[in-house]
C-alpha cells in the first residue's frame, strides 16, 4: 500500500503535531535548565572533602543514574500522587523527572571537566589570596565549561529524545500527540516518521547552537 | 620575617621534611638547592601552605600560616585567615600556572580586582607599571598562550607582585624554559632582589645562587645539611655531599 503523507493536512492532525512540538521543546528547556542547576551542584557536591556532602552527591548519582528514567517518572507521578498525596500536575512532574535524571549525568560531566584543569591553576590562585571558591568560579570554571560542551551537546540531545517517555504520565507532548493520531487513523509510518524528523530537527539545532558557542569560547581566549 | 621551627612533613609513610629550621631575614636572598627529591620544592611550598605539615609551625612576620594553636592543640587555621597570610607570599611555579582564558593584563588584575584591593583603574594601571617592570608592557592585551615561556614567567611574576607580596617564593622558575629564555626571567629576578625583595629561590642556576645569593641553604634527603655565603658554599662546603651534588652540577654548565 502506498504512504499517504496527506494525512498531516486532515484532521488538524499537523496542528496536533506541532502544538506536542512546542510542548517537548518547552519541557525539554526547562528541564535542560533545572539539570544545569543540578549537575553543577552535585558535581561540586561530589568533589566536597566535606562527608556527607558528598556522600549525598554520590547517592544522587547512583539512584537517578541506576534506576530506569520510565520507573522513575512512574514513581514521581503516579507513585508520590496515590501513596503519599504528593500530587504534581503531568508538567511538573514531566520537567522534575527529566531534569533530575539528566542532572546525575551533567554532574558527571561538571565533574570530570574540573577534574580535567591542571591542578597548578587552583595552586596558582590560592597562592594569590584568592579563596577555594573564588578560584572555582573565576579560574577553574571558566576553562572547565569549554570542556564540557561536547559531553553536554550529547546530554541535552539525549535528554530531548527522553522526553519522548514523558507520554506515558500524560504530558501532551510530540510522542503523545502522535499515539493519540494514530489510534484513530493507523498511518503509522508516516506519523511517526514525521515526528521522528521533528526530533531530528531539534536535535540538528541544539547539535549547532553548541558547536557555534564552542568556537565563540575559542575566540574569546581558551585555546589550551 | 619567615621563621621555621622542627618543621615536618610525611607524604603518607614517607617522611620528606626531617626537622626543618630556618630563619629568614627581611630583604634576604635565599636560594635553596640540592639534588632532586630533597625536599627543597616540598619546603617552599610549605611556606604558603600549599602542602599541609604533619608538625612543627612556620611563621611569617611573627604570624603563624597554616597550622595554629587551638585549646593546646595543632589544627588547621580557618580559610579565611589562611587567604590572608597567603596574601602576604608571592608565588611563582616552573610551570607558570598562568590563567589560559584570561589576558595577560586580566591575569595580573584578578587576584586584586577579584579581593577588592584595588579598583578597576588602579589595578590595570598597576598592571601596566608592573607589566614595564619586566619588560612586558606591550603584551598587556596578549593571551598566555600567544607567548614565550620566559614571557609567561615574567608575566607570573608580574601577577605575583600585583598582590605586593612581603616575600617572594620562586619553585624552580627556569627549569621548563628553553636555555635561551632563562636569561630574561633571571634578570626580572634580580631586579627585584635589588629592590630589597625578601626572595626564597628553589633552582638549578648555579650562576644566580653565586650571584645574587645571601645564603645558599643546601638540602639533602629532607634535611637542611649546611647553609652559608655562596662564597663558602660554592668554594669550601664542610658538607662531603655538598661536594658530591656541586661537582655533579659544576662541571655539567
Not at chain 2, 161 to 185: Q, R
Request: charged share 15%; net charge positive; hydrophobic share 45%.
Amino acid at each position: 500500500m502506498a504512504l499517504d503523507f496527506g494525512i498531516l493536512w486532515q484532521d488538524g492532525n499537523l496542528p496536533l503535531l506541532l502544538q506536542g512540538l512546542w510542548v517537548t521543546i518547552r519541557m525539554t528547556f526547562l528541564a535542560l535548565i533545572l539539570s544545569c542547576f543540578i549537575g553543577l551542584v552535585i558535581g561540586l557536591g561530589s568533589m566536597s572533602k566535606v562527608k556527607w556532602i558528598s556522600g549525598i552527591s554520590a547517592t544522587y548519582l547512583a539512584w537517578f543514574r541506576g534506576t530506569p528514567l520510565l520507573v522513575q517518572l512512574m514513581l514521581l507521578y503516579y507513585g508520590l500522587a496515590i501513596s503519599l498525596h504528593i500530587d504534581f500536575s503531568a508538567s511538573v512532574a514531566g520537567v522534575l523527572g527529566l531534569g533530575m535524571y539528566s542532572g546525575a549525568y551533567v554532574s558527571e560531566i561538571v565533574r570530570g571537566a574540573i577534574q580535567s584543569i591542571d591542578r597548578g591553576q587552583m595552586e596558582a590562585g590560592r597562592s594569590l589570596g584568592l579563596s577555594h571558591w573564588q578560584t572555582m568560579f573565576k579560574v577553574i570554571l571558566p576553562q572547565a565549561i569549554r570542556r564540557m560542551l561536547p559531553p553536554l551537546a550529547n546530554e541535552f540531545i539525549a535528554l530531548t529524545k527522553n522526553s519522548s517517555l514523558l507520554s506515558v504520565i500524560t504530558v501532551a507532548e510530540l510522542m503523545r500527540a502522535a499515539n493519540t493520531i494514530v489510534a484513530d487513523n493507523y498511518k503509522y509510518f508516516e506519523i511517526y516518521l514525521t515526528i521522528a524528523i521533528f526530533y531530528f530537527v531539534v536535535n540538528f539545532v541544539i547539535s549547532t547552537l553548541i558547536k557555534i558557542l564552542e568556537r565563540k569560547l575559542n575566540v574569546e581566549g581558551v585555546r589550551s | 620575617m619567615i621563621e621555621i621551627t622542627n618543621l615536618d612533613k610525611y607524604y603518607g609513610s614517607h617522611h620528606v621534611l626531617k626537622g626543618i629550621n630556618l630563619s629568614i631575614q627581611k630583604g634576604e636572598v635565599v636560594v635553596i638547592i640540592g639534588p632532586s627529591g630533597s625536599g627543597k620544592s616540598t619546603l617552599l611550598r610549605c611556606m604558603n601552605y600549599l602542602e599541609p605539615i604533619q608538625s612543627g609551625q612556620i611563621m611569617i612576620e611573627n604570624e603563624p600560616i597554616g597550622m595554629i594553636e587551638h585549646n593546646g592543640k595543632q589544627r588547621e587555621m580557618p580559610q579565611k585567615n589562611l587567604n590572608k597570610m597567603r596574601e602576604k607570599v608571592g608565588m611563582v611555579f616552573q610551570n607558570f600556572n598562568l590563567f589560559p582564558h584570561l589576558s595577560v593584563r586580566d591575569n595580573i588584575t584578578l587576584s586584586p580586582l577579584t579581593l577588592g584591593k584595588m579598583n578597576k583603574n588602579t589595578a590595570n594601571k598597576t598592571a601596566y607599571s608592573l607589566l614595564a617592570k619586566v619588560g612586558l608592557a606591550d603584551r598587556a592585551t596578549a593571551f598566555p598562550d600567544q607567548l614565550s615561556g620566559g614571557q609567561k614567567q615574567r608575566v607570573a611574576i608580574a601577577r605575583a607582585l600585583a598582590m605586593k607580596p612581603h616575600v617572594m617564593l620562586f619553585d624552580e622558575p627556569t627549569s621548563a624554559l628553553d636555555p635561551e629564555l632563562i636569561g630574561e626571567v633571571l634578570d626580572a629576578m634580580k631586579e627585584l632582589a635589588k629592590e630589597g625583595m625578601t626572595m626564597i629561590v628553589v633552582t638549578h642556576e648555579m650562576g644566580f645562587a653565586k650571584e645574587m645569593a645571601d645564603r645558599v641553604v643546601v638540602m639533602d634527603q629532607g634535611q637542611i645539611i649546611e647553609a652559608g655565603t655562596p662564597g663558602v658554599i660554592f668554594t669550601n662546603p664542610a658538607q662531603e655531599r655538598t661536594k658530591v651534588f656541586l661537582h655533579k652540577v659544576l662541571t655539567h654548565s
